[in-house]
């Protein structure tokens, strides 16, 4: 049996009320992973009026979740939903595009998913 890689790694950068996020998640993101997410988004935006935030995630190696953090990131999702103004997914997966179209649905900012990297950024910078 191979040894399962796991890896998340999160990036911030904030100009006055705009703020741009990124991650990237390498295998299956647990419960501890958004207990690590969640509190730097808190921070980041806590006290800001009307934060305008674009994010960047880096799916083109996640595996997927575990139930719990699944249900984490639902959570976070509409805990953060005006505040999300445009999310890029970059990947390879259908599956993947088929749950950024689903996603869509419930939140308020625009989601797209792209296969490749650079338009995914060139699309949130627009």
């Known amino acids: 049996m191979g040894t399962q890689v796991h890896r998340l790694t999160v990036g911030m950068k904030e100009f006055g009320n705009e703020f741009f996020l990124s991650f990237k998640a390498v295998g299956t993101l647990t419960h501890e992973d958004y207990e690590l997410i969640t509190p730097i988004i808190d921070a980041a935006l806590e006290g800001v009026k009307d934060p305008k935030v674009k994010v960047l995630i880096d799916a083109s190696e996640f595996e997927g ?62």
Request: glycine share 6%; hydrophobic share 45%.
């Open 65 to 126: 979740w575990e139930m719990q953090a699944a249900w984490d990131d639902f959570k976070l999702g509409l805990k953060y939903n005006n505040e999300f103004e445009k999310i890029a997914i970059y990947g390879k997966k259908e599956w993947l595009e088929i749950g950024t179209k689903i996603s869509s649905w419930f939140l308020s900012g625009e989601i797209r998913y792209f296969d490749d990297y650079d338009d995914a950024v060139a699309w949130l910078s627009a």
